[in-house]
Structure formats: structure tokens, C-alpha cells
């Protein structure tokens, strides 16, 4: 099993619509979690970090369920450039800097 | 600013051959991070680097795979001998640790196919 399991998608949406990306954890010692974006043939970025409280930028909203190991992104009134793959990312305790990445979950926005 | 810096950009290379991978982390950061990825595995974290000094390669596949940091603007990923199961991107990220913040910022990365 994977340290960290996204749905694969594609997720294909109209422009203007809401959706919502989920991704679990198994490792009980994840500590930070971001999640990133990458464009096609292009490096990842990050998108942002999720905190426990939950968190906002814009039309992005990250949450953590700490007791359920479950990590969400919504993104609501899609825009065409939210066209890429997000990429749900785990950091455990006391393995400073190493990162653990999803598989990634693709959106395609269309008009 | 420059950010990371990989070459080549892609390479194209046959079975047997030796393949070496650069990357120029950003000025001032103090970990460097050396990636795979492939469609069937996604991203794949193969070692990182701190203040020059190796400190995790359980990702390195096997002892085809080495990499080198001999100083803090540049490092080396070589493959010798390449396979084709090899052929995937390969990334390069930096990052600089300040009390709890800290973001990885990759390199465009380098296609490699081997044939």
C-alpha cells in the first residue's frame, strides 16, 4: 500500500464549477502535509500547506482530519488554468525535509 | 532570481551507457533533493543532501544509480550502466529549513529515455 493514495481521476469540469480532491495517509507519524501542483511536463509546485485548522488562498481550501488520515482540497469556481495535476504530499515527524508524494489527481476544466 | 538549474533538459541514450545528470540548487539552500518520476510510480524521492553530506539514498535503486555533492552549487546523479526500465524525469529540488517553514523548489527537470 501506498504512504500516500490519491484517486488517479481525470476530473473533468465545467469552468465555474466546485471540486473536491481527497488523499489518505497511512503513516501515523505524518506530521506536515502540502499540496502541490504540476502542469503537464513541467516541475511540481507548491500550491500550499494544509494545516490541522484548516486553511484558505483564494478560491483553494485545504483541510486535515488528523483522525481519520484523510486530506482534502477544494477548489471552488474553476478556472481553465486550474488545468494540472495535484499532487498530495506528507512530511513524517523526524525525517526533516523528506517529502512522500501521491500519484497525483488530474483536473481537466473545460468551458 | 535563478531557481534550480538541471541539464541537460533531455537525453536520449542506449542500453549500457553512462548517464550523468547535473543540477544547481538555489543560492543559499542547504538541502538538495534528487527525484524519479514515471507514470506507473508517480514521484519517487531517490536522495537528499544536506550542507553537501548525503543523508538518506534508501531510495536509490541499486548500485547503478550514485550521486555527488561536491559543494554547495552543484550535484551530480550518474547512472552506469543504463537500462531502459531507467527511462523516466528526473528531478532536482532545493530547499532552505528556517525554524518550522521550509518549501522544496524543483528544477525543470531532465527526460531521460534510454533505448
Known amino acids: 500500500r501506498k504512504e500516500v493514495e490519491q484517486d488517479p481521476g481525470p476530473f473533468n469540469v465545467p469552468e465555474g464549477a466546485t471540486v473536491a480532491f481527497n488523499c489518505t495517509y497511512s503513516?501515523?507519524?505524518?506530521?506536515?502535509f502540502f499540496w502541490y501542483r504540476q502542469d503537464c511536463r513541467k516541475e511540481p509546485k507548491l500550491l500550499m500547506s494544509?494545516?490541522?485548522s484548516g486553511n484558505e488562498d483564494g478560491r483553494f481550501t485545504a483541510q486535515l482530519n488528523r483522525a481519520s488520515q484523510y486530506i482534502s482540497l477544494l477548489i471552488r469556481d474553476s478556472k481553465l488554468s486550474d488545468s494540472a495535476t495535484y499532487l498530495c504530499?506528507?512530511?513524517?515527524?523526524?525525517?526533516?525535509?523528506?517529502?512522500?508524494f501521491g500519484t497525483g489527481t488530474r483536473l481537466q476544466v473545460t468551458l | 532570481d535563478a531557481g534550480v538549474i538541471q541539464s541537460p533538459r533531455h537525453e536520449v541514450t542506449e542500453m549500457g551507457q553512462e548517464v550523468t545528470l547535473r543540477c544547481k540548487p538555489i543560492?543559499?539552500?542547504?538541502?538538495l533533493f534528487w527525484y524519479r518520476q514515471t507514470m506507473m510510480r508517480g514521484l519517487e524521492l531517490l536522495i537528499y543532501?544536506?550542507?553537501?553530506?548525503?543523508?538518506?539514498d534508501s531510495g536509490m535503486p541499486e548500485d547503478r544509480f550514485s550521486a555527488k555533492m561536491p559543494n554547495a552549487s552543484f550535484s551530480t546523479l550518474k547512472i552506469q550502466p543504463s537500462e531502459p526500465r531507467d527511462s523516466a524525469v528526473y528531478f532536482c529540488?532545493?530547499?532552505?529549513?528556517?525554524?518550522?517553514?521550509?518549501?522544496?523548489?524543483f528544477g525543470p527537470g531532465t527526460r531521460l529515455l534510454v533505448l
Open positions: 504530499v506528507s512530511r513524517n515527524t523526524g525525517t526533516a525535509s523528506k517529502l512522500t
Open positions: 503513516n501515523s507519524a505524518s506530521q506536515s
Open positions: 494544509v494545516y490541522s
Open positions: 543560492s543559499g539552500h542547504d538541502y
Open positions: 543532501f544536506n550542507n553537501n553530506v548525503p543523508i538518506d
Open positions: 529540488a532545493s530547499s532552505l529549513v528556517t525554524g518550522h517553514q521550509e518549501t522544496q523548489y
